[in-house]
C-alpha cells in the first residue's frame, strides 16, 4: 500500500501571490493568512494526496518570539498549524494530517538545513526540538514528519525524543547522493532512525530526484519502509534556486517498486506533480 503525500507548501503559496521569503518562511501565514494555508492543503488532498503537512516546518517558540510575538501567541500558532490542516482534512475523510518537524538550521534561516553541523551543543538541539515536538503532538495529527534532517549529530537528539512520543512518525533526511549534507553516510543516518518503536518509515526529501533510486535501497536495507518527496532538481545556493528542474511524477512508480511506501515531493512540487503521482498510483491504490 502506497501513501501520497503533498508537495511543498512555499512554492504553492508563492503561486497564490504570498512572499515567503522571511526567517518564519511558510510559518508566517499561520499569523497572517491561516485560510491561505487550508487553501493549500486542500488543493493537495483534491490532486489526490493522502497527508496534509502542516506549515510547522520553520515554526518555533523562540522564531516567533524573535519575530515579535508574545509566546503565549506563539505557542497557539504552533498549534494552529495542527488545526488548520485538521479541519481540511476532515472536508475529506480518510485524509491525513502529518505535523512537521524542520530541522533546527530552519530556525537560523540561513540555509545551514542544507549544510548541518551548526556548531551548537546536543542540549540546545534538544531544548530546541522537545518543546514543539510536545506541542504538536497535544493537538493529535495523524503522524509526525520529522524532515529535511541534515546530519546525524541532529538525528541523535531527534531519536531520543521520539521514545516518548505516542504516534508513528516517518524520519527523512536531506542528501547529496548517498551522504547526508553533512558529509556522513546516508546508510548510517537511516539506520539510526530505523527500528525505533514509533518511527514507520525512513528516507528522504529536499534532495534531487537523481538521489531517490539509491536512497530507496538505503532505506529498505534498514527493514523499514522507505519515505522520499524529493525536489525538482534545482539547487539553492545564497538564497535562490538555479538549474533545470527534472522531477518526472512517472518516476515514483518505481520507487515504490523498490519499496517507497510513501511519496510525493518538496520544493517546487506542486498539485499538479501530485495529482500526476497520484493518477501514476491509482491502479496501486485499487482506484
Not at 511519496?263 to 501514476?280: F, K, Q, S, T
Request: proline fraction near 6%.
Amino acid at each position: 500500500m502506497v501513501t501520497i503525500l503533498d508537495g511543498g507548501l512555499s512554492n504553492a503559496l508563492e503561486a497564490r501571490g504570498h512572499d515567503v521569503s522571511g526567517a518564519l518562511w511558510t510559518a508566517r501565514l499561520l499569523d497572517e493568512s491561516p485560510a491561505e494555508i487550508a487553501a493549500v492543503h486542500r488543493a493537495y488532498y483534491a490532486a489526490g494526496a493522502d497527508v496534509a503537512t502542516t506549515a510547522s516546518y520553520q515554526a518555533s517558540v523562540p522564531g516567533f518570539v524573535e519575530a515579535g510575538m508574545t509566546e503565549t501567541y506563539a505557542t497557539e500558532l504552533l498549534r494552529r498549524s495542527v488545526r488548520v490542516a485538521r479541519e481540511v482534512a476532515a472536508e475529506a475523510p480518510g485524509r491525513l494530517v502529518a505535523a512537521s518537524i524542520g530541522p533546527y538550521g530552519a530556525y537560523l534561516a540561513d540555509g545551514s538545513e542544507y549544510r548541518g553541523r551548526y556548531g551548537v551543543s546536543a542540549a540546545t538541539l534538544r531544548d530546541f526540538h522537545a518543546p514543539r515536538l510536545a506541542l504538536l503532538e497535544t493537538e493529535d495529527p495523524d503522524l509526525i514528519a520529522v524532515e529535511t534532517i541534515p546530519d546525524i549529530e541532529e538525528a541523535e537528539v531527534l531519536v531520543d525524543l521520539l521514545d516518548d512520543i505516542g504516534l508513528p512518525v516517518w524520519f527523512s533526511y536531506s542528501c547529496a547522493g548517498t551522504r547526508t549534507r553533512a558529509g556522513q553516510p546516508l546508510a548510517d543516518a537511516l539506520a539510526l532512525a530505523a527500528g525505533i518503536r514509533s518511527v514507520v518509515a525512513v528516507g528522504v526529501n529536499c534532495c534531487d530526484p537523481a538521489d531517490v533510486p539509491a536512497a530507496v535501497q538505503l532505506a529498505t536495507a534498514t527493514g523499514e519502509p522507505a519515505v522520499v518527496y524529493p525536489n525538482t532538481g534545482e539547487t539553492y545556493a545564497d538564497g535562490a534556486w538555479s538549474g533545470t528542474p527534472h522531477f518526472r511524477p512517472g518516476e515514483a512508480l518505481s520507487w515504490v517498486s523498490s519499496g517507497a511506501a510513501y511519496v510525493g515531493g518538496c520544493c517546487h512540487v506542486g498539485p499538479r506533480e501530485i495529482a500526476l503521482i497520484a493518477a501514476e498510483m491509482a491502479h496501486l491504490k485499487g482506484e
